[in-house]
């Protein structure tokens, strides 16, 4: 089981899974990754986004859900940041923020916007909108591996 609570047996006696993963941490970062959201999504990439989407803001089921999807991105983000922290810990990752923007430009890269693209390319979205979506990831993890690495 994947949960920070789970105690393992290991030496001959029980300990906590993930106990060395500073909660507050992960948090702080998460919340600094979904907040990039709201900048990138509202200020910077808002009308490029939706149009590549073909969203129309004038119907109103366009909006049903947002709430949800906005809980759910966070819990995911969250989940991002977290796997962040485990790299950190089981690479022994030490040096600040100058190693949290190598690991958060290398996951960022090789795996959220390459995973982002080969589904846009299936789904033939256009290719400004793989370097949008995949660019928030990639700024999005180098801003959490950046916290989490100075931050230790």
Known sequence: ??????????????????????????????????????????????????????????????????????????VIMF????????????AGIVGGALSGVKLGLTTGVFFSAAAISITYLYLKRPLGLHFIDGLYHVVGQIIAAVILCAWQ
């Open 1 to 74: 089981m994947f949960l920070p609570f789970v105690l393992i047996y290991q030496n001959h006696h029980f300990m906590y899974a993930f106990s060395y993963i500073n909660w507050l941490h992960v948090l702080v970062a998460a919340i600094a990754y979904f907040a990039l959201g709201a900048l990138w999504y509202s200020f910077l990439f808002q009308k490029q986004w939706i149009r590549y989407h073909g969203i129309d803001m004038n119907n109103p089921d366009g909006r049903k859900g947002v709430g949800a999807v906005m809980f759910i991105s966070f």
């Open 79 to 90: 989940f991002i940041t977290l796997g962040l922290e485990i790299l950190i810990y089981r």
